[in-house]
């Protein structure tokens, strides 16, 4: 079963803020994440464009970056129509449901009304997706954010894609984001400058790792042979947030 998180990095306009839990609440969504440097709730005017979705804000979830409001998740899409010169590949709204993971949390992530999502940002997710316009002008948040639920759920009633049973136990459960990035600053501790230097380094290992969806058990074998490799004993590793 697949689970949608709206993740909305420094929006601008706090009413762009209410319209997008009405549309979560449409859609029977309510895990709402915002990216705010400046503030520690969400903002009054927010709920004067929420109506019946003010629980939503009550419960949004703030955020002080992007890392940490996707870092429980399996799979990240940013929204963009910015073109960047990034190995984080790019598709259509239409197309989007032939690269989604079968089960896990999935966290579309939309950028601020002014400029969008910055690079840094954009080489934390999996998939780039554009909602294709004909006019030269982007849709604001809350339209955004209707669209791509729209297309995303209109064939569940329920607001969740539950097509697919899940195969995974409690303890078999997919590896999160948090897991993925410790696994990858373990790698980058332990290579030789020369693969260290590599530019498609980090962003090529974190885009096949969100693509292959390793369980947690898979990636903490990956975790065993790399502790092998570099001859470092397992127990130095342990986390609660990597896999053991």
């Not at 909602?131 to 955004?144: D, F, K, T």
């Amino acid at each position: 079963m697949l689970e949608y998180v709206i993740v909305l990095v420094e929006p601008e306009h706090p009413h762009n803020v209410g319209f997008v839990a009405r549309a979560m609440c449409a859609n029977a969504l309510t895990d709402l994440r915002i990216v705010y440097q400046k503030y520690n709730s969400v903002l009054a005017d927010s709920y004067r464009t929420a109506h019946a979705s003010k629980s939503i804000l009550d419960h949004a979830k703030i955020k002080k970056n992007l890392k940490e409001a996707i870092q429980d998740v399996q799979y990240t899409i940013a929204f963009s129509r910015r073109t960047f010169e990034s190995v984080v590949p790019v598709i259509s709204l239409p197309s989007i449901q032939t690269i989604l993971p079968k089960e896990g949390k999935v966290a579309l992530v939309f950028g601020r009304e002014s400029i969008g999502l910055l690079l840094e940002e954009i080489n934390q997710c999996a998939q780039i997706c554009e909602i294709p316009v004909p006019g030269n002008h982007s849709l604001n948040l809350g339209q955004a954010v209707s669209v791509a639920l729209y297309e995303l759920l209109k064939e569940n009633k329920s607001g969740l894609l539950n097509d697919y049973s899940s195969s995974f136990s409690k303890k078999n459960s997919l590896a999160n984001k948090a897991q993925i990035e410790s696994f990858i600053s373990f790698l980058e501790e332990n290579l030789t400058e020369r693969y260290k230097k590599q530019h498609w380094f980090q962003g090529g290992i974190r885009l096949l790792l969100q693509r292959l969806q390793p369980s947690e058990n898979e990636l903490g074998g990956l975790f065993g042979v790399a502790r092998s490799l570099s001859r470092r004993p397992a127990r130095k590793e342990s986390h609660k947030n990597k896999p053991i």
